[in-house]
């Protein structure tokens, strides 16, 4: 049988509701070639030697700092990340360097911010949070558009990454130096909200070129989203009810979602934060009464099927994982 005619019966089963997008999308899914073992090694190798290579650089330069011109401090720091970006892009070109590139991206990603600080701090330019802000906003926005003509996932990783930085320094800024809410909590609140947002990501980049990202943005969103959570609950006397009686609920979506985006990293975080939950519960409110005994024995049970439940959804639900 040719390709146009098994092209032609598939479209016919398709309209006919022989076959659905979902079956079709299962089956390519499940005979996706995975990567070899050799090749996720050497992944990460050039990872490793990328980061001692930075260390190294760091080194150098933090050891002769005092012995160096503004010229070389410059050079140093925002030239290499600059020529280690120039590399990459030309190693691009050859198409034969299987993942090499990545780790002069990897080089490129950690030098540049650091020498565009280091490039401002020696012309005069000091300022408090909002000027870092906006630099790491530039940065998202130039790392994108690298991204427009070079398809490498890691200059995206590297865009949320900064974009990351960026949230934080704007918000501290724009928080001022006379706060109206507590510092802690306002971290806290921020956390989830970045968690959120990752977890949009994560899905987002479910399905596309991009989806290696999705487990990483998956396990950070969960564990920002769910920390934050615990955060405001407090603790007695000064506790929040109101986050006490929410943050259960949200650990359970975490898990229903994990069922939905078929993430083992959401479900085992979800099932770790439950754990949390129940102990900091009867800690806080059975510790000094006569049954604090019996809500440990209570407690120890439910961790038990919370165990169960976590191995039951795990092995119904997570044949293909996303992470």
């Known amino acids: 049988m040719d390709k146009q005619t098994l092209l032609q019966q598939l479209e ?9 997008p979902a079956d079709l999308r299962t089956l390519m899914e499940t005979n996706e070639p995975h990567p070899s073992r050799a090749f996720s090694i050497s992944s990460v190798l050039y990872y490793i030697g990328g980061g001692i290579a930075f260390l190294g650089i760091g080194i150098f330069v933090g050891q002769q700092w005092t012995d160096l011109s503004a010229f070389l401090r410059i050079v140093l720091t925002l030239g290499s990340g600059l020529a280690f970006f120039a590399t990459a892009v030309i190693l691009e ?3 034969r360097l299987d993942r090499v590139p990545d780790a002069f991206h990897f080089l490129a990603g950690l030098l540049i911010p650091g020498g565009v600080f280091v490039t401002l701090n020696e012309l005069g330019f000091h ?14 926005l130039l790392y994108l558009l690298a991204y427009r003509f070079i398809e490498r996932n890691l200059l995206v990783a590297f865009a949320v990454l900064y974009g990351t930085f ?4 704007l918000s501290n800024a724009l928080m001022g130096s006379t706060p ?7 971290l806290a609140y921020r956390f989830v909200a970045l968690g959120v947002s990752y977890l949009f990501l994560g899905y987002a980049f479910d399905g596309t070129v991009r989806k290696v990202l999705s487990p990483f943005l998956y396990g950070f969103g969960t564990l920002a989203v769910l920390g934050g959570a615990f955060a405001l609950q407090g603790w007695a006397p000064t506790q929040s009810i109101f986050w006490e009686v ?8 975490t898990m229903f979602l994990a069922i939905h985006f078929r993430s083992r990293i959401m479900l085992f975080l979800g099932a770790l934060f439950l754990i949390g939950d129940i ?13 604090w005994p019996l809500m440990l024995m209570l407690a120890g049970f439910l961790l038990i099927g919370v165990g169960y439940a976590t ?12 992470a």
């Open 12 to 20: 016919r089963a398709l309209r006919e509701g022989l076959v659905t």
């Open 93 to 95: 070109s050859t198409k």
């Open 127 to 140: 300022g408090g949070d909002f000027g870092p802000g906006i630099i790491f906003t530039a940065f998202v």
């Open 166 to 169: 960026a949230f934080f320094l």
């Open 180 to 186: 109206i809410i507590d510092r802690g909590d306002y």
């Open 246 to 253: 929410l943050s259960p609920g949200l650990v359970f979506g």
């Open 279 to 291: 102990f900091k519960i009867t800690q806080e409110y059975f510790r000094d009464s006569l049954s």
């Open 311 to 322: 191995f039951y959804l795990n092995r119904k639900y997570m044949k293909n994982p996303g």
